[in-house]
Nanobody, 116 residues
Framework: QVRLVESGGGLVQPGGSRRLSCAASGFAFNMYVMRWYRQAPGKERELVASIEYIGATTIYADSVKGRFTISRDNSKNTVSLPMNSLNPADTALYYC?????????WGPGTQVTVSS
């Protein structure tokens, strides 16, 4: 059974930090590009960060580059997203995503709320 389970969301004050994690199972994790997406109320889902199979290359949205870092551990089937200098604009439901054409797997999401 394919599973992607996010964790680490919660309430954080502006300027604070939070670390998201995604635990994957039920598929060949090391053969999939892993991504973090987020969706704020009333907005389209957007790509936050992407990391290829062994982590050699990463891609970030301009809005988070320098603040967020994506990493993966293929021995543990996990992908992480430490987030620093959080802004209210970072408030969203964050999703873990796995992709290997033609397959796309999504986690249920974890909520991050940045507010004072």
């Amino acid at each position: 059974q394919v599973r992607l389970v996010e964790s680490g969301g919660g309430l954080v004050q502006p300027g604070g930090s939070r670390r998201l994690s995604c635990a994957a199972s039920g598929f060949a994790f090391n053969m999939y590009v892993m991504r973090w997406y987020r969706q704020a109320p009333g907005k389209e889902r957007e790509l936050v960060a992407s990391i290829e199979y062994i982590g050699a290359t990463t891609i970030y949205a301009d809005s988070v580059k320098g603040r967020f870092t994506i990493s993966r551990d293929n021995s543990k089937n996990t992908v992480s997203l430490p987030m620093n200098s959080l802004n209210p604009a970072d408030t969203a439901l964050y999703y873990c995503h796995a992709r290997r054409v033609p397959s796309n797997y999504w986690g249920p999401g974890t909520q991050v709320t940045v507010s004072s």
